[in-house]
C-alpha cells in the first residue's frame, strides 16, 4: 500500500455516478454524482422524502440502483455486494436493535454476523461501549434504554467491526437538542480515533455544520455540495438588523448614501449586504441617524438552501406533509460556532 | 459528557484515543464464517425464547385442555367404541403435533416481528448468504418448538402412554421433524406477509383445518370420502398417523382396538409405510425451506 500515507492520491471512499432509483413513478433519486474523500465526514442534508434514505440504500447493497454506479471502499456496490458489506458500518434511519437482547448480546450478535474473530471480540466490545459511555450499562436489556442510549448503541455497532465507511441515516432524528449534540460529539470523536470515513444523511438544517462537506439535496438531486463555510460564503450577503431612534429616516438613509433596500423587519430595520462586520464601522459614521443597537448575522444554511431551491427547507418539509419538530430546529439554530 | 463537547466545539487536534485501538477485520464469506451466523441466529431464537416464560407457561395451556378437559370428558361417550383404550391416549399424538405446529408457527412469526421493529435489516446487510439468515431462523425456530414438544412428551405417563426410552426417542425425533418442516412453513409465508395481524390470520386459516382434518382426533379409516380425501391431502395425518402407530405397538390392546383406533393411513388400499410418512415430512419441510430461502434472497 505505497499511496496510503499520500492522501491525495489514495482512491475516493464513495464514488458515485449518475447514480439513478425509481420506485415505479416515483423517481427517489434523480442521477446523483458526488465523491467522497477517505478520512471525511460527508453530510447528505435534504427535506424528508429528497431521496437521501434511498441514496444510502443503494450504497450500502440493500438497494439496487435503477441506473448509474457506485463503489463504497473501491468495490463496486452491485457487483461485489459482500465487498462493500464486509467493509461498511450502518446506522439505520429506524431503530434496529433487538429489545429483548442486552446491549453486549446485541452487539455480540453483530460480531458473530460478521465474523469478528472472536478473541478479539471482548476487547474491542469494551472499547466502543467506553466510546459512547455505556459500558456501565452492557448487561441491561436494550427494551430499558432512551432513545439516545439506543442511537449510541446503534453507532457502538456500527463501528464495532471496524468498517472502513460508516453510513448514519439521521442519526439524530427525534431526539432532544441535548442528546443531539452528545451524538454529533461522539461521532466526531469516533472520527478522530479511528481512520474512518463518515457519510450521513440529515434534515436539520443546523447538523450540517459538524460536517466536512455538505451536498444539498431536494427532489432526488444535488443542488450544492461543498463546506458548509463556502456554501454560506456563496449565499454572499450577511443579514445586518439595526435599532435606529428614527426607523423611517434610517430607511430612507440607507437607500440615499448606501444604495441599499431595507425593510422592516421583527422591529428591526434589516438589511443584506457582502461583509457585514466591515460595514458597521461606515453604517454609524455615514447613516446620519442614531442607532441603538446593531445586529449582524451570517448566512445560515437555510439561507443556502432557500437560494438553490427558491424554497425554505422547512416549507419543503410541510410539503412532504413532515413538519418535524419546527420549535427544536429554531432553538439550535445559530447556537454553534 | 460535558468535557467532551466542550472539545468537540473548539474542534482543535484530535483528542488522543481513550485506549490503544482495538482494531479488527471482517475476513471474506466462508463456510465457517456462514455456520457462525447460523448459529448465532438459532441461537438468538432460543436466548428469546428462554427470556420469554410466559410463553412456555400459555403454549401448555392448549394442549392440557385438549388432553385432560377434552380427553376426560369425552372418554364416557366414546368408551364403547375405543375398545378399552383411553382416548386420551389415542388423541395424545394428535394433540402433541398441533401444539408442536403452534409453537413452530409462533417461532416464524418472530420473522415478521424482526421486520416490524427493523432487527431483520441488520441481518439482511451482514456480509453473510440470506440462506444462512433463514436458516438458523427454522433451526431455532424448530428447537423452541422441539422444547416445547418434549414438555408435551415428558406428560406421557398421565396419558398412558408409557415411558419406553425407544418410544419416546421415536417421538421426540418425530416432533422435532414436524417442528421444522412448520417453521419452515411459516418462515415461507413470512417472507410474504409482512404484518402481524395477516400472519396471525393466515396462521389460524392454516393451522386450525389442518389440525382438524389430520386425523389427530379421529381414526382415518371409514371416513366418508370427501374427508378422506382431505386428510390423505394434509400434511399434519403424515406427523400423526406414524407417532400413533408408535405408541399403539408399546401399548397392550386388544386386535380389535388397533384395527378401530390405528388403522394407518391407506394410498388407495395400500398401507402408507410410517418410515415414507416421516420422510414425506421432511421432504416438504425442505421445499419450504427452499423456497422462503429464494424469497428472502430476491427480495431486496
Ligand atoms: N420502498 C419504496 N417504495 C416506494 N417509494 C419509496 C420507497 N422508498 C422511498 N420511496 C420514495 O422515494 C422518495 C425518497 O424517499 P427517501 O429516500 O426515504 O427520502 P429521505 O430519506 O430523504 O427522507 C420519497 O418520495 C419516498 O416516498
Ligand atoms: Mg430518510
Redesign the pocket.
Known sequence: MPAASDHNSSPPAISVKSLAKS??E?E??RGVDFDVEPGEVFG?L????????????MLCTL?KPTSGSATVAGHDVVRERDDVRRNIGLVF?DPTLDGYLTAEQNLRLHAELYGVQSNLVPARMRQVLDMVGLWERKDSPVATFSGGMRRRLEIARGFLHSPRVLFL??PTIGLDPQTRRSIWTYIRELKEAEDITIFL?T?YMDEAEWCDRIAI?DH?QIVALDSPEALKARVGADTVRIHTADDEAAIAALAEHFDLEATMSEGAVTFRVPAGEEFVPRLFAELGVPIRAVNVSRPTLDDVFMSYTGTSIRDAEED?GKARSRAMMQMMSGGRR | MSTTTDRAQTAGPPPAAPSPIARVHVPERSIASELRAIKIVWKRELIRFRSDKLRMVTSLVQPLLFLFILGSGLQRLSSTSTHGVNLKTFIYPGILCVSVMFTAMFSAASIVWDREFGFLREMMVAPIRRSSIVIGKCLGGATVAGIQGAIVICLAGFVKVPYAPVLILEILALQLLLAFSITAFGVMVAARITQMQAFMGVMQMVVMPMFFISGALFPVAGLPAWLAVLNRFDPLTYAVDPMRKLIFDHIHTNPLAQKVLNPGVTWFGWHVPGLLEAGMILLLGIGMLGIAIWEFTTTE
Open positions: 420506485y415505479g416515483v427517489a433519486v447528505f435534504g427535506p424528508n422524502g429528497a431521496g437521501k434514505t434511498t441514496t444510502i440504500n438497494a434511519q441515516d439521521e444523511t434534515h439535496m432526488g412532504s
